[in-house]
């Protein structure tokens, strides 16, 4: 189950937003689009984020070609895991995330593992957990997620300088 907003008229008021508690399932299309099941509903979506881009997981509007919001995901982390990849890898191809141009360093602690890199945003730190790793993307690239659920693309790792692809490469396949 996923906590979702949508337009329609039998979710609750909560208020002034109407808001429901369904199942959504995301399945990847060879467009690049989402079909998305919800509440027995089947429709081919876009995602669209309502939400600042500094918090790229969180309020999430699938809409489709009528502009109509299908779903609204309030946070990536409570979809099932071949609902979150879909939506991860729609995300990257939407340019929700940060693109890392560079990594300056990563260091493991006790239970996490600090980045230092560089995006097109800028230099960022993040953390993610000892146990998740960078997962190689369907379009190539690969896709890391911190610990709050910020997003961040290496479209090209080989491309990266010499540093940064040896640094890249010490926690991937």
């Known amino acids: 189950m996923v906590a979702v907003m949508t337009g329609r008229r039998d979710a609750e008021d909560v208020g002034g937003a109407r808001t429901g508690t369904a199942e959504l399932v995301l399945a990847p299309r060879a467009d690049g689009r989402l079909a998305a099941l919800h ?3 089947e429709s081919v979506v876009w995602v669209r984020q309502a939400f600042p881009w500094t ?3 969180r309020f999430l509007s699938l809409r489709n070609d009528d502009e109509d919001e299908v779903a609204l995901v309030e946070d990536t982390s409570a979809l099932d895991p071949a609902s979150r990849r879909a939506l991860e890898d729609a995300l990257v191809l939407a340019g929700f995330v940060l ?4 990594v300056l360093a990563v260091e493991e602690e006790v239970e996490v593992r600090h980045w230092r ?6 230099p960022r730190s993040f953390q993610t ?3 998740d790793w960078p997962r190689e993307l369907s ?3 690969y896709l890391i997620k911190d610990v709050a659920g910020d997003l961040y693309h290496v479209t090209r790792p080989g491309e990266l300088d010499k540093v940064s692809r040896e640094l890249l490469w010490a926690f991937v396949d």
């Open 39 to 41: 509440d027995g509903v």
């Open 99 to 102: 693109t890392v141009t560079r």
């Open 129 to 131: 957990r000892l146990d």
């Open 55 to 57: 918090e790229p997981g």
């Open 117 to 122: 890199v560089e995006t097109r945003h800028g």
């Open 139 to 141: 379009g190539g690239g």
